[in-house]
């Protein structure tokens, strides 16, 4: 689409009074909301006020609806919950509560509401503005405004952000707190898994979800759960024998543990409940198992909130101001949501239309229709769970006669061995055999090649790093050894998973096929690094992880720089030249400044940077955080930014520097980087039976065309096979980075919500779309 950017400059506030309010049950994210939506108010001039426990105090007034200003809403980002809190409100059911509501408002002049809550919440709030002028006219037939106030406050504007943890709404991916509270599940998991190996445990898992079974669906594919029970897709008849037999299969494999996930609103296919107690009788009474219950309860809703609900809660903040200073009368209430990693509007009914569809497709029993208007994502996850967690008899798998090695290149990614194992898994079931390569191309070269099967990636989705090792040593130097290796072990197809280094290594093995016949096989890569710098792709498998690392170690950093007053903490990311983990550690974790060799900078901004700080020192926040790209320039070093800070701050400042290194290449894996990993590579390996198929001739596999070396990769809202000999086009080698990078474009976002006088290109918003249309793949954003 080829178009002028458009700048939200032109878009001026002044004289608007914007209000924002949680409302419905809490998640985690909503501070960051809140916070997105003050600080963008104000940037563009308008006026925003906080409205204190939802709905109720609106209707309340008095002290509940105040003005904020900017440091209202600083050291907020990382806590979790609402600070302005929520609760349900009866009063605001009926008529005579709204009026009062409106009277509130039109008191202050405002008349444009952002609300953050479920579809509950943003439904009163489409009422309440279709009542909006006959409220107005009442409340000046009553004498309680008059005429003049009618006319100047005719409409009201609302602009909705979904905030639940359940992914209970249609329209939108993910909805804020969603992450967040899989990151709560996935920490129990974990933890549960070591007593329960110990023991030889079965532990039954209770999650969160009434009507929805997202969290249920994605921890369980997550934590390679052996049994999940959801409501939109309950078990056939005579589940409890199937269920027992898959349990006592698993421990005559010596697997030592089960783990079974129920979701709170689970039920059979005649619709009555299933309880985890249920469960637990069961499993007891059929096979004797020690079995444990653990409900998770309201611990899912607490803690921190992960970055990607930090970053994509601020997103939605800026995006609810624009669409509010965009609104006109005619525009309907819309919802700002997210689709793949783009900020999209959608008619806020339409979605609640789409949203109650499920429901009742769920209470009529047509669980398929449920499960398809969840949408793709959704309906990806069950079918990637149900490939996953069932191995099928050996004499029901077909046999391919094929060979598919898979092997890590690069450093280590967390997540790469989720993607192992699931291309093991669906390549088993796909009827190839599955060899494993042990430390990269150097030790395929060195004949480290063994066969792997379904059980011996059994729990590798939780292990951080690289089970088969992993090294950044590229083929070109050994293409003659790995040719012999392929030949002896008869290799018919190769997936990489790896970073910048398996992309250089694909390019070189297909640059080979003119000399090697061997190298004439389908090849995949599927990115996976830290660094998020492969071209081709938005998102890599690891980036999330080390993204919640740093956030983390900023948070710790944060309260130890307010602890000390007056102090500048500068902090060295990983990422070679890709400034993603800087840019958006920023983002996440509210800091002043991120340096990246992407945008260039000299003195003068360096100056400016201090400056600013130096500004913000008389506030009441006195405390800065500056990240930095670790090659984002070669003479503006992290000590050489530190001496200079160190200096220009003397008597306002004093400042501190950390380098965080390679705990960010560590840690159990995220559970975005285990379900993106579990999922792309499931994908890769269907991707490579189909190319199998078509180049098998004559008794032999021989691809030699561009469109079988292909690199899978995550595009804007789609999974996207590309030849990765397209890509070179794409890609400055010397700097290992693609040319071109979506989330430079959040980088103003930053810049605004630090306080920063910026430019920011809006031309892809603003365009309210229909949720019919909406390519729910989503593999993306979502999980």
């Not at 939506?37 to 709905?55: D, P």
């Not at 929805?212 to 939109?232: K, N, R, T």
């Not at 700097?735 to 306080?755: D, G, T, V």
């Amino acid at each position: 689409m080829d178009h002028q950017p458009k700048f939200f400059e032109n878009l001026s506030g002044a004289g608007k009074a914007i209000a924002v309010l949680t409302s419905g049950g809490d998640a985690q994210g909503m501070n960051a909301a809140v916070r997105a939506v003050v600080r963008m108010g104000i940037y563009v001039n308008a006026k925003v006020y906080f409205i204190y426990e939802g709905y109720q105090g609106m209707v309340d007034g008095g002290d509940n609806i105040v003005e904020v200003s900017w440091e209202s809403v600083s050291s907020i980002l990382q806590v979790g919950g609402t600070v302005i809190g929520s609760a349900r409100c009866k009063s605001f059911r009926t008529r005579e509560g709204r009026l009062q509501a409106a009277c509130n408002l039109v008191q202050r002049g405002i008349t444009n509401l952002c609300v953050i809550g479920g579809d509950g919440s943003l439904t009163g709030a489409n009422l309440f503005r279709e009542e909006w002028s006959g409220l107005l006219e009442e409340l000046a037939q009553k004498g309680k405004i008059d005429a003049e106030a009618v006319k100047k406050y005719a409409y009201l504007n609302i602009v909705g952000m979904v905030g639940s943890i359940d992914n209970d709404f249609c329209g939108t991916d993910m909805t804020i707190g969603t992450d967040s509270a899989l990151h709560r599940i996935i920490e129990v998991v974990d933890a549960i898994m070591t007593t329960a190996q110990s023991h030889q445990r079965t532990f039954v898992l209770e999650v969160m979800g009434r009507h929805c079974g997202y969290l249920a669906l994605v921890s369980a594919l997550a934590c390679g759960a052996d049994w999940v029970f959801i409501p939109e897709y309950p078990p056939e008849e005579g589940w409890e024998d199937t269920m027992c037999v898959k349990l006592s299969e698993n421990r005559a494999r010596k697997k030592r543990l089960n783990i079974i996930i129920v979701a709170e609103g689970a039920i059979d296919c005649h619709n009555k409940p299933i309880t985890s107690e249920k469960v637990k009788e069961l499993v007891v009474q059929r096979l004797g198992f020690d079995t444990r219950v653990t409900i998770l309860g309201h611990v899912q809703r607490g803690g921190t909130p992960s970055a990607f609900d930090r970053i994509l809660a601020s997103r939605m903040g800026v995006e609810a101001v624009l669409a509010l200073l965009e609104a006109t009368p005619d525009t309907p209430a819309c919802v700002v949501s997210l689709s793949g990693n783009q900020a999209v509007r959608l008619p806020l009914m339409e979605c609640v239309q789409m949203t109650q569809e499920v429901q009742k497709a769920m209470d009529e029993g047509r669980f398929l229709e449920a499960v398809r208007l969840r949408g793709r994502s959704f309906e990806n996850n069950l079918n990637t769970y149900k490939l996953l967690s069932h191995k099928k008899p050996d004499a029901e798998l077909p046999k391919s006669n094929f060979n598919v090695a898979v092997l890590n290149v690069g450093a280590p990614a967390a997540g790469m061995n989720a993607a192992v194992r699931a291309a093991v898994r669906v390549g088993m079931t796909e009827g190839h055999k599955i060899f494993a390569v042990i430390d990269g191309f150097e030790g395929f070269a060195r004949g480290k090649i063994k066969e792997i099967s379904w059980g011996d990636v059994g729990g590798w989705t939780g292990q951080g790093g690289s089970i088969l090792g992993t090294k950044r040593t590229l083929p070109a130097k050994y293409l003659e050894k790995i040719a012999d290796q392929m030949r002896t072990n008869n290799i018919n197809a190769l997936m990489v998973i790896g970073g910048f280094e398996a992309y250089l290594g694909l390019l070189e093995l297909s640059a080979a096929r003119e000399k090697y016949d061997e190298f004439c096989v389908p090849m995949v890569m599927v990115p996976a690094t830290v660094s998020n710098n492969v071209p081709g792709s938005d998102f890599s498998i690891g980036a999330d992880t080390a993204l919640n690392t740093i956030t983390d170690t900023c948070d710790r950093i944060k309260q130890s720089a307010s602890g000390t007053k007056r102090r500048v903490f500068i902090i060295e990311t990983m990422g070679g030249y890709c400034g993603y983990l800087a840019n958006m550690g920023a983002l996440a974790a509210g800091a002043d400044a991120a340096y990246i060799f992407e945008e260039q900078f000299d003195i003068r901004e360096l100056q400016a940077n201090v400056e600013h700080l130096t500004e913000k020192m008389k506030t009441s926040i006195q405390r800065g955080l500056v990240l930095r790209n670790e090659n984002c320039n070669e003479n503006y070093t992290t000590d050489f930014i530190y001496q200079l800070y160190s200096e220009e701050g003397k008597g306002v400042f004093d400042c501190r520097k950390n380098v965080l290194g390679h705990m960010q290449q560590g840690g159990a894996p995220s559970p975005f980087d285990r379900n993106f990993g579990t999922k792309i590579s499931a994908k890769a390996m269907q991707w490579i039976s189909k190319k199998l198929k078509e180049t098998y001739r004559k008794g032999k596999v021989f691809a030699n065309t561009d469109d079988s070396v292909c690199l899978l990769g995550m595009r804007r809202r789609n999974l996207v096979f590309q030849p990765v000999a397209e890509l070179k086009s794409e890609t400055d080698f010397v700097h290992r980075i693609p040319k071109e990078q979506w989330w430079l474009k959040l980088r103003p976002l930053m810049k605004i919500l630090a306080k920063y006088k910026t430019s920011y290109d809006v031309s892809d918003s603003g365009q309210l779309e229909h949720v019919a249309m909406l390519p729910k793949e989503a593999e993306s954003g979502a999980i």
